[in-house]
């Protein structure tokens, strides 16, 4: 942040001051200065597909998708499962998952552990608007979301 801020200020120092007349500016450059900022959330992936130890053993559970919700707040987000090439199990902090459907083949997801997702400023993960980044820069649109529940 100092690394920002300091060039702006030298600039206003270096700046000639205001003359008497405010109409008068005669040699005087108006500039503009926009400073963004970018926030990328990290999804770890979980092995072995829950991130809690105890429901380990369990490797073969199987999962029946239902309606899911439109949009989920990112900070709800604690992991990721890569399900296949077109979607990705999300694991939320109550326990729960989201199956991330993609409207795209997206390959690169497996290659490499977790996955991107970018910060919008209403802090929501929304199918039909948001995307999926895998770590190796290819990008894959989320379609929809389900609900899953673990098959008795």
């Known amino acids: 942040m100092a690394n920002v801020v300091l060039p702006f ?3 206003l120092a270096l700046a000639p001051s205001a003359p008497a007349d405010p109409f008068a500016f005669d040699g005087v450059e108006i500039a503009q200065v926009s ?4 926030i990328i959330i990290r999804i770890p992936r979980v092995l072995g597909g829950h991130p ?3 429901a380990m053993p369990n490797r073969s ?7 899911g919700p439109r949009c989920v707040s990112a900070d709800l987000l604690e992991g990721a499962v890569i399900t296949g090439a077109d979607s990705v199990d999300l694991i939320v902090a109550d326990g729960s998952r989201l199956r991330a459907e993609l409207d795209d083949h997206c390959p690169a997801l497996d290659f490499y552990s977790g996955l991107y997702l970018k910060q919008t ?25 389900k609900r899953l529940e673990a098959r008795r």
């Open 35 to 38: 400073i963004r900022q970018r």
């Open 61 to 67: 559970l199987r999962w029946n998708e239902k309606r």
């Open 52 to 54: 809690m130890p105890e």
């Open 121 to 145: 400023s209403d802090g929501l993960v929304c199918a039909d608007r948001d995307s999926i980044r895998a770590r190796s820069g290819s990008i894959c649109k989320i379609d929809r979301f």
């Open 9 to 11: 200020i030298l600039m």
